[in-house]
């Protein structure tokens, strides 16, 4: 056995350098981006939830398992790598102890005999090696050459996959070989338990041979496969509990992320785009959280199959996102870290690799890619390992809009009214109190301070004020509060528009101008509860204000509503005898996991028939508005309010409803073209929760 234990353990020296080494290379290459000190603090200061995360995320494997058939699948490979990890330990002490006296029948102290273990031992493995067929099932049925943009795994690399799934098959059978053989010869530490294992054993001839032949290729099969992992997309099985460790709680979505430099919160006033990064421009600008994403990418393909952009025919895939930015930073990578007299001799195309942008026509990402998206936070909410999508898209949009002033020229036009008129349509601030005049009872405009028999502001937003459609949803909700006896008031003209438009195209200066502006105007005014019927004010006011020292209570309507109906202070009477689909808006629904009241409310409206679509909650179907598209031209592809009314359409709806104005006008706008083409009932419509819910207590 001493030539066992020789070749065995300097293949295990070979193998262990050779993997060191690109862990080293990996390391080097994240931090040489830029620092990311509040995902350190932050997982300090939240250790519970960070600990709660690992059971949860990782060895739970909670998102993965939304998905039955292949989440089921990857647990029990996941599994295996877990459990068999006790399988090593017994062949390596199986080569040492053969080396040292002759004989092989090392087992592990204490619990190495115990029949329980060799049952886990044997389980886990046949569970992987159905695991195993089971992907392959899954990848021939979803193989892009056959389901083209409709496969998930479109754009991944698949020889590498296919690679590691042959290789772990490889590592199965050889364990199973190993063990079968060490049971012939007597060397086996489980009389019982172990069940395939003992079954092999039957079967094989007694042969010292065969057993170290076999023990040394599965250890040697598990090295190969050691040093594949940490060069290719499965290098995700050491980075996703580091990449959920440092993820934000609950997950990456709410609220978007002040900008920073070299680790600091940028201040505008201070900042020099000569010195200070704005955004994301090249590689270098990513922080070392942006690289530990690119790591983990398991190329899976579940954001992209849920991403309303890439179901409607547009170039955005977050998947490919990730991928393409991972690949040029590798290229990159060997010039990125090579030293200062190694930098001197780099020729004119190495330079122009270095200095490629990130976004441009010849640049990492095209600029139609990153225009796609609408920061719904699909690719989010379903990535298993958590990486945050908008994040990456976010910086890069930063620096489009603020360094090389690149964004559609619609977008433009917003800006300048947010500017100069504090809303995106560019209407005067006397227009935003002109729906208080269409109502029976007095509104409380507040111009100083909130009177103290005033519980909440309506904060009523640029839509709900300025728009005719969201403007019915401001009225139905002022009657509702009325009814239920609630006191409040409203800003009126002193309302300025959240700058949620302008941060999500990423115009972060104009944000903080906006946000200081009514930080300042809400805390002069003693303003602490705010309800708010934009999900997109209600996100912004609630969880990025207070990024700016602005910090209130905040509640969507229908989740006002929901508590006033359920306190019995409204009352829904009148039968509203319809057939009624939902819309979950993603900055209400995915952003801030509001499904319930919405819900809630309709449930209690007699008559009504609720019947959900295909996509719902917080696998939900974007409408298209957000992330600033709602003023911008949707010129590639299907549109994506287009492809959501379809899908309402297949319920058959007397009514479309919703809880979001952006929702109202998108949803509103597909469905007139559809009754203009005789393709939808000229009945049909779309409302608010609020507007069923008024109708029902106003008895006719």
């Not at 350098?17 to 981006?33: E, I, K, P, Q, W």
């Not at 990402?365 to 990456?392: F, K, M, R, Y």
């Not at 996991?593 to 939900?620: F, L, N, S």
Request: charged share 20%; net charge negative; glycine share 8%.
């Amino acid at each position: 056995m001493l030539w066992v234990a020789i070749v065995g353990l300097i293949a295990t020296a070979v193998a262990v350098g050779l993997a060191g080494r690109r862990v080293l290379f990996l390391y080097r290459l994240a931090t040489s981006g830029q620092p990311a000190p509040e995902r350190i603090e932050y997982a300090k200061e939240h250790a519970g939830a960070e600990i709660k995360a690992q059971l949860v995320e990782v060895f739970g494997q909670r998102k993965l398992l939304k998905w039955t058939p292949s989440g089921t699948a990857h647990f029990f490979v996941m599994w295996a790598f877990f459990i068999l990890l006790t399988v090593y330990i017994e062949a390596y002490g199986a080569v040492i102890q053969g080396a040292i006296t002759g004989h092989s029948d090392f087992h592990i102290p204490l619990i190495g005999t115990w029949p329980v273990l060799g049952f886990l031992q044997d389980f886990i493995a046949v569970a992987c090696l159905l695991g195993l067929v089971a992907f392959t099932a899954i990848r021939i049925k979803n193989s892009p050459k056959k389901l083209g943009r409709g496969s998930r795994f479109s754009g991944s690399h698949l020889g590498g996959a296919w690679l590691v799934l042959f290789m772990i098959f490889n590592i199965i059978w050889t364990l199973f070989l190993a063990r079968g053989a060490a049971a012939a010869n007597g060397n086996f530490p489980y009389d019982s338990g172990a069940f395939a294992s003992l079954a092999i054993g039957k079967v094989l001839p007694h042969s010292e041979l065969l057993e170290q032949i076999a023990l040394l290729l599965h250890i040697g099969l598990m090295l190969v496969f050691l040093v594949i992992v940490v060069n290719s997309k499965h290098l995700h099985i050491f980075t996703a509990p580091l990449n959920v460790l440092f993820s934000r709680r609950p997950d990456g979505m709410g609220p978007a992320q002040p900008m920073r430099s070299n680790g600091a919160v940028l201040d505008f006033e201070e900042a020099d785009p000569d010195t200070d990064v704005f955004g994301r421009g090249k590689i270098t600008d990513t922080t070392w959280k942006g690289f530990l994403d690119f790591y983990t990418c398991t190329e899976c393909g579940r954001c992209q199959s849920q991403c309303p952009a890439w179901n409607t025919d547009k170039p955005l895939s977050p998947k490919m996102l990730i991928l393409d930015q991972r690949d040029h930073a590798f290229a990159v990578a060997p010039y990125l870290l090579a030293g200062d007299k190694e930098k001197e001799s780099f020729s004119e195309d190495v330079l122009a690799l270095l200095d490629k942008p990130l976004v441009g026509e010849d640049g990492v990402i095209h600029p139609d890619v990153l225009w796609s998206c609408t920061n719904c936070g699909a690719c989010v909410e379903q990535c298993p390992v958590d990486i945050e999508h908008i994040d990456h898209i976010l910086d890069m949009r930063r620096y489009q809009v603020m360094i090389e002033s690149s964004f559609p020229s619609e977008a433009g036009v917003m800006l300048k009214n947010l500017e100069n008129k504090g809303n995106p349509w560019g209407m005067s601030e006397m227009k935003r109190a002109e729906w208080i005049e269409e109502l029976d009872f007095e509104v409380p405009i507040i111009d100083s301070t909130m009177p103290e028999d005033v519980e909440y502001l309506f904060w009523v937003g640029c839509a709900g004020a300025l728009e005719d459609r969201a403007k019915k949803t401001t009225k139905a909700v002022a009657e509702l509060l009325h009814i239920a006896g609630v006191k409040f008031g409203v800003l009126g003209p002193m309302e300025a528009c959240t700058g949620d438009p302008a941060r999500r195209l990423g115009m972060e200066f104009l944000f903080n101008m906006l946000a200081q502006q009514n930080i300042e105007t809400l805390n002069e005014a003693g303003v602490k509860k705010i309800v708010a019927t934009c999900p997109h004010c209600f996100n912004t006011l609630a969880n990025e204000y207070p990024q700016l020292g602005g910090t209130y209570e905040v509640v969507h309507h229908t989740q006002l509503l929901a508590h006033l109906v359920e306190e019995g202070r409204l009352t829904p009477i009148t039968p509203i005898e319809e057939k009624i689909t939902y819309h979950d808006p993603c900055f209400l629904g995915r952003h801030n996991k509001v499904y319930a009241q919405p819900r809630d409310i309709m449930a209690k409206v007699p008559g009504v028939q609720t019947q959900e679509m295909h996509r719902c909650k917080e696998r939900g179907f974007c409408c298209g508005a957000g992330g600033a598209r709602m003023w911008m031209e949707e010129r590639i592809g299907k549109r994506i309010n287009t492809e959501r009314v379809d899908e309402a359409l297949t319920t058959d709806p007397d009514t479309v409803s919703t809880a979001c104005p952006f929702c109202l006008v998108m949803l509103g706008d597909a469905i007139n073209e559809k009754k203009n083409a005789g393709q939808a009932k000229e009945s049909l419509e779309v409302v608010d929760v609020a507007q069923l819910l008024i109708k029902s207590i106003k008895q006719e």
